[in-house]
Nanobody, 124 residues
Framework: QVQLVESGGGLVQAGGSLRLSCAAS????????MGWFRQAPGKDREFVAA????????HYADSVKGRFTISRDNAKNTVYLQMNRLKPEDTAVYYC?????????????????WGQGTQVTVSS
């Protein structure tokens, strides 16, 4: 069982930055691929970024590539999402998720554990 708690969301002007954190419980955090997803009102939940536990490979959605950076600190059981050059279209609830599988996936249904989400609002 893994419990995830996100923090760091808020209101920021376009062009600004935010850093999201996701603290995980459980002793096997390092054995999970950790992902960030987001969901805007009226839209499906979409993949943002992930970092695998096998090889530490990084994956990004095209819409955030070059602006967002995902990282993890296994000693602190925490995964981060640094978001720079934010745009109004980045406004959404951001969710942290954990996947115990060995094959990377962007499909939300394949992730085993989810946090409660943190709101990010980017004003124009």
């Amino acid at each position: 069982q893994v419990q995830l708690v996100e923090s760091g969301g808020g209101l920021v002007q376009a062009g600004g930055s935010l850093r999201l954190s996701c603290a995980a419980s459980g002793r096997t955090f390092s054995r999970y691929t950790m992902g960030w997803f987001r969901q805007a009102p009226g839209k499906d939940r979409e993949f943002v970024a992930a970092i695998t536990w096998v090889g530490g490979r990084l994956h990004y959605a095209d819409s955030v590539k070059g602006r967002f950076t995902i990282s993890r600190d296994n000693a602190k059981n925490t995964v981060y999402l640094q978001m720079n050059r934010l745009k109004p279209e980045d406004t959404a609830v951001y969710y942290c998720a954990a996947d115990a599988g060995v094959v990377f996936t962007m499909t939300p249904d394949r992730y085993d554990y989810w946090g409660q989400g943190t709101q990010v609002t980017v004003s124009s």
